[in-house]
């Protein structure tokens, strides 16, 4: 099993409290956070590392003004890839995000500035996005001749609906603020969102491990099934997470009326 600490990284930068939170750090801020091929390949190494480290909930942020701008273009510009070796490369971004998305650990991103084009599908891929006051989304590969390659048409598209999507990216449409969260954007704005982004991590690291697998994994699975396979699945998932021994006490919390009531503030 290979150790967190032995990680050899140099975009991405990571710590792990006592609590078991990682702290990830998007670690270009020069070039706003942008992905190039080897950001991309410390994501998927770190990410398949992660949920084997004992690790209950990641904390993804960014050096600098923004989260992320997307794609590296000027090195894509320079390397003047063929078709088959852009291809191969989004295939890597996709198998980053994967790693994220399936994971089975809880990844809270903390949003500023832009989360644009590659930085919104990096985004994405988290389980909960905090955006604060500075944070604004767009898709412009409509703008720069391109198309997304690393699952937006997934996972934007299933946030945001086909349609505004699409908007997105003929327009360069930018969405920002409560506008933002009204069409599932992100989930919080927020003064501070590193801040809340890790209270949100520390609430979430207080579940049991296994709910939290099947929460940060067996959801996504169950969406590319078919309902009746979905039902099946989600049968099977229950009867596993439901009768867990990390469960009883909890149970038994709740019965002797101790437990803290589910209630609006």
């Keep these: ?14 710590a792990v409290d006592a609590d078991g939170i990682a702290t990830v750090t998007l670690n270009r801020a020069a070039k706003r956070n942008a992905l190039d091929a080897a950001t991309v390949e410390e994501l998927v190494t770190l990410f398949s590392a992660l949920p084997r480290a004992a690790v209950r909930a990641v904390v993804l942020r960014a050096e600098g003004t923004h989260f992320c701008a997307g794609l590296d273009l000027v090195e894509h510009l320079k390397e003047d890839r063929t078709a088959a070796e852009f291809m191969h490369l989004c ?6 995000f994967n790693k994220m998305e399936y994971s089975g650990v ?4 903390a949003l500023k500035g832009a989360v644009v084009g590659g930085g919104l ?3 994405s891929a988290a389980h909960i996005r905090v955006a604060d006051q500075s944070t ?4 412009p590969e409509g703008q720069r001749g391109l198309f997304t390659g690393g699952g937006a048409t997934i996972r934007v598209a299933d946030l945001v609906g086909k349609a505004r999507m699409i908007d997105m990216m003929l327009t360069g449409r930018i969405y920002r603020g409560e506008e933002a969260v009204a069409v599932g954007l992100c989930q919080y704005l927020v003064e501070d969102s590193e801040a809340k982004a890790m209270e949100l991590a520390r609430a979430a690291a207080r579940n049991p491990p296994l709910s939290n697998f099947a929460i940060c994994s ?17 049968a099977v998932v229950a009867g596993i997470v439901n009768t867990q021994a990390d ?13 803290a009531r589910v209630r609006p503030d």
């Design 91 to 96: 295939l890597r971004w996709h198998e980053a």
């Design 218 to 234: 067996a959801i996504s699975h169950m969406q590319n099934m078919s309902a009746l396979d979905a039902a099946y699945a989600e």
């Design 121 to 123: 599908e990096l985004a």
């Design 106 to 109: 809880p990844i809270v991103a």
């Design 1 to 14: 099993m290979t150790r967190i600490e032995d990680l050899t990284l140099h975009n991405l930068a990571v």
């Design 136 to 139: 604004y989304f767009a898709l």
């Design 247 to 259: 469960a009883r006490g909890r149970l038994n919390a709740f019965a002797n009326k101790t437990a």
